[in-house]
């Protein structure tokens, strides 16, 4: 079956700090893949999705590019900020399933 | 605007008692679902709808039950059978078939805690 893995957490850095969370996945045949936000008591905000190989997914400075041979999806932003303190979450969902799979989340903290 | 709304935002069980969630979308999305996600862990997904009057198990279904008598109401009961029901629940809607691969959104979820 489907299944996404990510860096487990937590991760902590300070502002302006340089960010990576790693995702990697297995699924037949051509998934999409997204990436979650979660900030504390809420539910979850998409953040960026890529559709196929090759597509880079960006939104609020974070960047993710879909790559098909390596099966990843990694997020990156260049700078972040104590706001971007949240949980983050990879997915997929592939066209035979039509259901997301998660990865277990990776908790990122941003000191001042 | 358009959304996914949950309440109540939190809620109370009493030892064998019966609870339910509620969760309304005006999306005009086809498809929805509930998950539930514990502290430090990532979601699982409880039962979802792919249409009106129909619905399958996810992966942790028991103990739960849904319903779908209409289009933007999926209503999740936690029963006296689910022995663990302390977690956060997260209702979802996507555009289902008409929108293949496309993502899921999210409403604030419901805190739900055992008395």
């Known amino acids: 079956g489907d299944s996404v893995t990510q860096m487990e957490g937590p991760v902590t850095l300070s502002e302006e700090a340089f960010l990576t969370i790693n995702c990697t996945y297995t699924?037949?045949?051509?998934?999409?893949l997204f990436w979650y936000v979660q900030y504390p008591g809420e539910g979850l905000q998409l953040l960026l999705k890529?559709?196929?190989?090759?597509d880079k997914g960006s939104n609020k400075g974070f960047e993710a590019t879909y790559r098909k041979e390596t099966t990843s999806f990694h997020l990156e932003k260049g700078s972040v900020q104590v706001s971007d303190s949240a949980v983050y979450f990879c997915?997929?969902?592939?066209?035979?399933?039509?259901?997301?799979?998660f990865g277990s989340g990776t908790q990122l903290t941003v000191l001042p | 605007d358009g959304g996914i709304t949950q309440s109540p935002k939190y809620l109370f069980r009493k030892e064998g008692q019966n609870v339910t969630l509620s969760c309304e979308q005006n999306l005009n999305h086809d498809a929805m679902y509930w998950y539930r996600q514990d502290p430090g862990q990532g979601l699982r997904l409880i039962y979802y709808s792919q249409i009106v009057n129909d619905f399958q198990k996810g992966d942790i279904a028991e103990g739960y039950s849904v319903s779908r008598e209409k289009k933007e109401s999926f209503p999740l009961t936690v029963t006296s059978a689910q022995k663990n029901p302390t977690a956060f629940y997260l209702c979802?809607?996507?555009?289902?078939?008409?929108?293949?691969?496309?993502?899921?959104?999210f409403g604030d979820g419901t805190r739900l805690s055992i008395l």
């Open positions: 997915a997929l969902v592939s066209g035979s399933a039509r259901q997301l799979t």
């Open positions: 890529a559709t196929k190989a090759d």
């Open positions: 699924a037949t045949g051509y998934p999409s």
């Open positions: 979802a809607s996507s555009e289902g078939d008409r929108g293949r691969n496309q993502p899921q959104h």
